[in-house]
């Protein structure tokens, strides 16, 4: 008699054990991770950078710049990426990812500009997800 009591005390823990962990409710959904707010505080294009600054930025550049960069300064993005999407006229020639270590954040990215690639230009920046944050239009050899 004892043991059978011991079996249906066991019986009854083991029961409430399982009704703890029914497999049959919905589980709740994971906290989604919301991605970090990004917030362009300044961007530019510029022939050079000194100091982690932007040197000789401008809208208008000669067409034997050789060289640009995009520079951005980024606040809220500390663990994130952006994007730095060129174009020349409406054809994308440039896609660059940067990762941002912190908040603020300075970063660019440089892009070769061939001689004869006159007119218009932009650099979208975008995070992570594809939204243009920002843009920068400019142009070369005008």
Do not use: Y
Not at 44 to 54: G, K, N, T, Y
Not at 121 to 138: M, N, P, Q, S
């Amino acid at each position: 008699m004892k043991r059978m009591a011991m079996i249906a005390a066991s019986a009854l823990l083991f029961g409430r054990g399982l009704a703890a962990q029914d497999s049959t409710k919905a589980a709740a959904p994971a906290a989604a991770t919301a991605a970090p707010q990004v917030n362009v505080v300044e961007a530019v294009v510029a022939r050079s950078i000194l100091d982690r600054q932007p040197q000789d930025t401008g809208a208008v550049f000669p067409a034997d710049v050789a060289q640009l960069i995009c520079w951005t300064k980024l606040e809220g993005a500390g663990g994130a990426s952006i994007h730095h999407v060129w174009f020349h006229g409406d054809t994308q020639v440039g896609d660059v990812e940067l990762q941002v270590g912190g908040s603020p954040w300075r970063t660019w990215s440089r892009k070769t500009v061939p001689a004869e690639w006159t007119g218009a230009w932009h650099v979208e920046v975008k995070d992570a997800a594809g939204t243009v944050l920002k843009r920068i239009d400019f142009t070369v050899g005008q």
